[in-house]
């Protein structure tokens, strides 16, 4: 049996920052130049990014919380050390990891009981035991429930977690697998005249996002819907390796996002998908070998508007086919590996995904590494 999602959840920290407010403050930012105070504009302007999501309130215009990340009176940004970034992951992850979660099961019309695995993913943050044991606690699963966490894979993470999940339930039928993922972004922005660390400050935000898999065909969302992971794929990029990359620093971790990300992506992101195209068990599976179907359905992940429009570009996409990533781009940005599931969530709930119909799945990690999925919808009931 193909091992399938059957209910997306989401949850998101209070605090919602306008794009503007957020461009606002960096550029106030002391010892800028009028060309740094520049480049922050653009980054900030040409995001197609709305509003983004912080567990850090004092970020928000007019905030007068003390704060290690920023001076209530002068609003200056401050570089706290890692272990007090670290401390704020360890405070606030586990509830965003366990809202996803009831969201999922809740969607899922599953009972937490009947969960048999976990699996967590995250790379903004570090603790034990860890988000994956929480989980069993706070939520009240079986404590016999099988655990495993998969730390620093990036913004693609949710892929190569769901397809843990695939090959849990190809190994056992009547397991029925947690995914959650949960990604603290902002406890790592700081202010630079660095053009690569303005992009980064300019899109990433916070926000978790869960699925339930199972291999039973009786379940489904609410909505009648369920999205069959048919396969995976994962290509390394030839020249991506120093474009994106993720360490760990004194002051925070140090995101890595160069301009040659979206020229990498444009360059080699349809050979990359040829295979995951290319490897139709049956004939009904898809197009022609390296093809997508004629009317695919696409879930990118929004690792900035410049690698959408590349991938849309590269793959000769129709001007809608990635509505859904730029939507959540544009209300969320950049949740790093939460945020494919935040669109494939819309795709469980789309009226327009009819039974049947194939979805591409893809997401970007440091290396520059392409992760990808071949999923089917199916809408028997709705």
Same mark, same amino acid.
């Given at each position: 049996m193909t091992a399938s999602i059957v209910g997306i959840g989401t949850a998101?920290?209070?605090?919602?920052?306008?794009?503007?407010?957020?461009?606002?403050?960096?550029a106030a930012q002391p010892g800028l130049d009028r060309v740094t105070r520049?480049?922050?504009?653009?980054?900030?302007?040409?995001?197609?990014?709305?509003?983004?999501?912080?567990v850090l309130p004092e970020l928000a215009s007019g905030s007068t919380v003390a704060s290690p990340f920023i001076d209530a009176e002068t609003r200056e940004i401050a570089l706290p050390a890692t272990g007090v970034r670290n401390d704020v992951y360890v405070r606030e992850a586990p509830a965003l990891f366990a809202a996803a979660a009831r969201d999922a099961l809740r969607r899922a019309r599953v009972d937490p009981a009947d969960i048999t695995h976990v699996v967590t993913a995250s790379c903004t943050g570090f603790f034990a035991p860890g988000p994956?044991?929480?989980?069993?606690?706070?939520?009240?699963?079986?404590?016999s429930v099988s655990r495993e966490h998969l730390g620093f894979l990036g913004c693609a993470a949710a892929l190569p977690a769901l397809r843990s999940a695939a090959?849990?339930?190809?190994a056992d039928p009547t397991a029925l697998?947690?995914?959650?993922?949960?990604?603290?972004?902002?406890? =790592?922005?700081?202010?630079? !005249?660095?053009? %690569?660390?303005?992009?980064?400050?300019?899109?990433? #935000?916070?926000? *978790?996002?869960?699925?339930?898999?199972?291999?039973s065909p009786s379940l489904t969302s609410r909505g009648g819907a369920r999205l069959e992971l048919d396969r995976f794929t994962t290509a390394i990029t030839e020249d991506g390796e120093s474009a994106m990359g993720w360490t760990i620093g004194d002051h925070g971790f140090e995101m890595t996002l160069t301009a040659e990300v979206p020229r990498v992506v444009g360059r080699e992101v349809r050979a990359a998908l040829g295979r995951l195209w290319g490897e139709a068990s049956d004939s009904s599976a898809g197009g022609a070998d390296g093809e997508p179907t004629v009317d695919e359905h696409w879930?990118? =992940?929004?690792?900035?508007? !410049?690698?959408? %429009?590349?991938?849309?570009?590269?793959?000769?996409? #129709?001007?809608? *086919?990635?509505?859904h990533s730029r939507d959540v781009l544009h209300d969320y940005g950049n949740m790093s590996s939460a945020t494919i599931l935040f669109i494939l969530q819309r795709m469980l709930e789309d009226p327009h995904a009819t039974d049947g119909a194939r979805l591409t799945a893809v997401?970007?990690?440091?290396?520059?590494?392409?992760?990808?999925a071949r999923m089917t919808v199916r809408a028997d009931v709705r």
């Open positions: 998101v920290p209070q605090t919602t920052l306008a794009q503007t407010e957020v461009r606002d403050l960096f520049r480049i922050i504009g653009a980054a900030f302007d040409q995001s197609a990014i709305e509003t983004r999501h912080t994956d044991f929480r989980l069993v606690r706070d939520l009240g699963l079986s404590s090959r849990i339930c190809a697998v947690l995914v959650v993922c949960a990604e603290l972004c902002s406890i =790592h922005l700081r202010p630079s !005249s660095d053009a %690569d660390q303005i992009v980064s400050s300019a899109v990433f #935000a916070d926000g *978790a996002a869960a699925a339930i898999v199972s291999a879930a990118v =992940h929004p690792g900035g508007r !410049s690698i959408l %429009d590349k991938v849309e570009a590269a793959c000769g996409l #129709a001007p809608d *086919a990635l509505r997401a970007f990690a440091p290396g520059l590494t392409v992760e990808s």
